[in-house]
């Protein structure tokens, strides 16, 4: 059961992405990011992170992808003009690619013993519980840093977003 | 966790390493996008598909290590995330009106 969810999670996430880079038009690509979001989710629950598995939904699957899609609309952005050259670099990158994917997996593979296996509940210190005791105990510093960081980041959208720039 | 079926069920296990090669492979095709792609608004969907990427590594080691921080880590990422989502759509919104395009070939003027 555990290996056939990841192997179709992780099938749909491969394959959004792989969807991401292809489209043209930015709307195809920002739907094929909400599906790799959501089956990242469902590998985070597998993980045992319930808690990080919810704020995906929520604050990346929820939020960001809304103002992506909302900036999208606003912005009436249509698809890629392609251009002529793109043909020889497409086709000189793609073995690249799989070239370094290949290398990746295995030195991934030579360096994680196959004895390592993950198992659905596992771990279970994911829970909202856990994650909340640790950022206000040990990581509450960082954690304050992060508010004035939005703050700032309010501050920029703003200024960014008037008129006379 | 203990097991409460009074049969024992057969988990065929994942390997850690298919988490951490789905991750790299996600990795590459966001790096990919980011390269590939001309339209502004999908360059930077492509660095949120490599913010997730990393997401999925920290969340591995943190199954790996018994430890919940990794979650924190990826949950920072996340407030990152939405703090530079927030920022650079402005900053798109900001290139749009000034040179009405979003292709990110026409907007060159801090190149030599």
């Known amino acids: 059961m555990d290996g056939l969810l990841f192997l179709t999670f992780a099938a749909i996430a491969v394959g959004c992405a792989i969807n991401l880079v292809l489209q043209t038009h930015p709307i195809s690509s920002a739907l094929s990011l909400v599906g790799v979001m959501g089956s990242l989710a469902v590998l985070y629950l597998l993980l045992g992170g319930e808690f990080i598995a919810a704020v995906q939904l929520i604050v990346y699957a929820g939020a960001i992808m809304v103002l992506f899609i909302f900036v999208i609309m606003l912005l009436n952005a249509g698809a890629e003009k392609r251009p002529t050259r793109r043909v020889v670099a497409l086709w000189v990158s793609l073995p690249l690619l799989f070239t370094l994917i290949a290398l990746a997996a295995l030195l991934i593979e030579s360096q994680a013993p196959r004895t390592e296996v993950v198992r659905f509940g596992g771990f279970s210190g994911g829970s909202a519980l856990a994650v909340g005791r640790a950022l206000f105990t040990s990581y509450l510093l960082p954690f304050e840093i992060t508010s004035i960081l939005i703050l700032i980041a309010i501050l920029g959208a703003v200024v960014l977003a008037r008129k006379e720039i | ?112």
């Open chain 2, 1 to 112: 966790m203990p097991n409460d079926f009074p049969i024992p069920l057969p988990a065929p296990a994942v390997p850690l390493a298919w988490y951490l090669i789905l991750s790299a492979i996600l990795f590459t095709l966001g790096v990919a996008g980011f390269l590939f792609r001309r339209n502004i608004i999908t360059v930077f969907m492509s660095i949120e598909l490599m913010l997730n990427a990393v997401n999925l590594t920290f969340v591995t080691f943190s199954y790996r290590l018994k430890q919940v921080d990794g979650h924190i880590f990826s949950f920072f990422v996340m407030v990152v995330a939405a703090a530079e989502a927030a920022v650079g759509l402005a900053i798109i919104l900001t290139v749009f009106k000034n040179r009405s395009t979003l292709e990110i070939d026409e907007v060159s003027s801090m190149r030599l």
